[in-house]
């Protein structure tokens, strides 16, 4: 259940129509602005009253860098994505923040609170540009962290889904490597779709062993496939698929009153 408002000039605001439950109520502060999110937790609603709850939001630190390649150009249009981590993966980051890079590749990130955080950095969509990293960097409470990232060509992984002999179109390809923490995303990964013929071919992935999974199209009774890939950075690695055809499940749904549902 959940609920959405925004502040009004005076900063008030309202949340209606909440049913009985205890909340995590969150402020997000306007764009580009300078000052740390909100947080409340357990807030008690109590159906027919009104709980109040007021935020002083304070001044936050920034996070601002450049996104290069090993030549020193800037890498425009890259999307960078900042948070601390959770510890558990049931629960979302206690801080994050984003912001696209400009033509030459720089960037700034506002509002942040203290801590450590961890950096992903997206590359533009079809550069062939692996995703950059940066893990454990300290935000300090009211000043500016500098973090330069530099973005290398990428490995390739390409092959071919196919069930008996023929290409399986449409089938979708997930490649990652696995986090040995549950607070932390992959480092590394990348997704694609096969074409018309079955072939695919994944861009921009860092060295590492990835597992591969493929998923059929909907609606079709393939059986998911899965690999395992050593990628190389600069280099093409070929993993092709075989799907069998699935078992299926079938039965009916009733209520207590043997009615279908």
């Known amino acids: 259940v959940s609920g959405w408002s925004q502040s009004n000039s005076s900063g008030g605001f309202t949340i209606s129509g909440l049913p009985n439950g205890s909340y995590q109520v969150e402020v997000e502060p306007p764009f580009y602005s300078n000052v740390s999110r909100g947080f409340a937790k357990s807030v008690v609603v109590i159906e027919g009253n009104t709980t109040l709850i007021n935020f002083t939001l304070k001044a936050g630190s920034a996070l601002s860098g ?40 720089d960037y700034i990130i506002r509002g942040l609170k203290a801590g450590k955080y961890e950096i992903t950095v997206w590359p533009p969509f079809g550069s062939g540009l692996s995703t950059g990293f940066a893990h454990d960097v300290n935000i300090t409470a009211g000043q500016t962290t500098v973090q330069n990232l530099t973005l290398s060509s990428g490995g390739r992984l ?36 096969t074409d018309a013929n079955g072939s695919y071919n994944l861009t921009g992935l860092v060295s590492g062993l990835y597992k591969v999974h493929v998923e059929p199209p909907y609606g079709t009774s ?23 055809s699935g078992g299926s499940i079938t039965g009916k749904i009733v209520n207590a009153a043997n009615s279908s549902v």
């Open 222 to 244: 393939y059986t998911s496939g899965n690999g395992d890939a050593n990628i190389t950075e600069g280099n093409e690695t070929q993993l092709n698929f075989t799907l069998g």
């Open 66 to 105: 450049r996104i290069k390649l090993a030549n020193g150009s800037g890498v425009g249009f890259a999307f960078v994505n900042v948070f601390i981590p959770s510890t558990s993966p049931f629960t979302p980051p206690s801080d994050f923040g984003y912001a696209a890079t400009d033509g030459n590749g």
């Open 158 to 193: 390409s092959g071919r889904v196919t069930a008996n002999g023929s290409g399986i179109a449409y089938a979708y390809i997930n490649a990652f490597i696995p986090s040995t923490d549950p607070g932390k995303p992959p480092s590394g990964f990348g997704w694609g779709q």
